[in-house]
């Protein structure tokens, strides 16, 4: 089964840090404006999760959700939350670490987008 979204070893590193310091977490696909494009990461509970939002799995036990309207862009690429060295401008959990997440991505192939991984109709946090 191939996944929607996956991690590098770094970036699941980070994200038993944050854990470890906040506890559950969560991660939504931010849209762009003043974020970019990149994964914000919120302890769970403290980021509403809307009605058209798609969880598109997890990453290292956290729940990644995106906008409906953009996973329509995203559906046929693997989204790999990776971490990179500098500040990012929004309000994920990382900031203060000196790292942001930045979202790569895997362009399926039709073997691949033959064995996705079903989405979760409703799923919510």
């Not at 953009?70 to 939350?81: D, E, G, R, S, Y």
Request: proline content about 4%; overall charge negative.
């Amino acid at each position: 089964m191939v996944e929607r979204v996956i991690a590098t070893d770094e970036a699941k590193a980070l994200i038993g840090r944050l854990r470890a310091a906040n506890g559950a977490l969560l991660f939504h696909q931010s849209g762009g404006c003043c974020d970019g494009s990149s994964a914000m990461c919120f302890p769970l509970g403290e980021f509403r999760i809307g009605k058209g939002d798609v969880l598109l799995g997890e990453i290292a036990g956290c729940p990644v959700y995106i906008d409906g309207e953009q996973f329509k862009f995203w559906a046929h690429t693997q989204l790999i939350i990776d971490v990179v060295k500098g500040r990012g401008s929004g309000f994920s959990l990382e900031s203060p670490e000196g790292v942001r997440f930045l979202t790569r991505g895997h362009v399926f192939s039709e073997a691949e987008l033959a064995d996705l991984a079903p989405l979760v109709p409703g799923a919510a946090a």
